[in-house]
């Protein structure tokens, strides 16, 4: 499965971005998908992962309340709104997938998902 992210670009503070996922593959109805991302000279962090089972979103401390992660089943699409913006939300953003469910211990690892993205940098400027 080739997940293509799109939607990345320069903003400023307290702006607004949304960046979209779009798997090559129809995904299932168990399957967990979502985003981390990775700043420059940073290990690479969980943003926010929707299970298709439940529908039930989650998110990192960092980004909870101004992020939020969509999914268009007809589209089959998985979308991040990120709003306002930080400098330190500066990084490369991955979507990932499994096919399969996540259990919610595991959420936060980026090991548990089979498939990923290529990368779009989101560039928050001061």
């Known amino acids: 499965v080739q997940l293509q992210a799109s939607g990345g670009g320069l903003v400023q503070t307290g702006d607004s971005l949304s960046l979209s996922c779009a798997p090559s593959?129809?995904?299932?109805?168990?399957?967990?998908m979502g985003w981390f991302r990775q700043a420059p000279g940073k290990e690479r962090e969980f943003v926010a992962v929707m299970r298709f089972s439940s529908g039930n979103a989650y998110y990192a401390d960092s980004v909870k309340g101004r992020f939020t992660i969509s999914r268009d089943n007809a589209k089959n699409t998985l979308y991040l709104r990120m709003n306002s913006l930080k400098p330190e939300d500066t990084a490369v953003y991955y979507c990932?997938?499994?096919?399969?469910?996540?259990?919610?211990?595991?959420?936060?690892?980026?090991?548990?998902?089979?498939?990923w993205g290529q990368g779009t940098l989101v560039t928050v400027s001061s």
């Open positions: 990932a997938l499994r096919r399969s469910q996540v259990i919610l211990s595991n959420l936060h690892n980026a090991d548990a998902y089979e498939y």
């Open positions: 593959e129809r995904t299932s109805r168990t399957s967990t």
